[in-house]
């Protein structure tokens, strides 16, 4: 597992994962971690390479913020947004 970072809290990035949100309802490219629940790296970074497939650059970006977070983080993200 990735090492929690020090800098980033939900706090700070939560109103990101919000509006990401409001356009994906079922979460898009991050559906397996914040849907489902899946919150191990491994699932992170399976939503990184949907990302990049899709061509969506917010989802990508909001992944590899997630890949950051400790899996309690992504879960606190994933009943906030």
Known sequence: MTAPSATL???????????YRLNHPAWGALHIVLEDHNLEDSSVQFC?????????VE?????????????????????RA
């Open 9 to 19: 809290t939900v706090p700070e990035v939560i109103d990101r994962f919000s509006a």
């Open 59 to 79: 989802g990508e970006a909001l992944a590899r913020i997630l890949l950051q977070l400790s899996q309690s983080q992504r879960m606190k993200i994933a009943k």
């Open 48 to 56: 990184i390479n949907c990302a990049i497939k899709e061509d969506d």
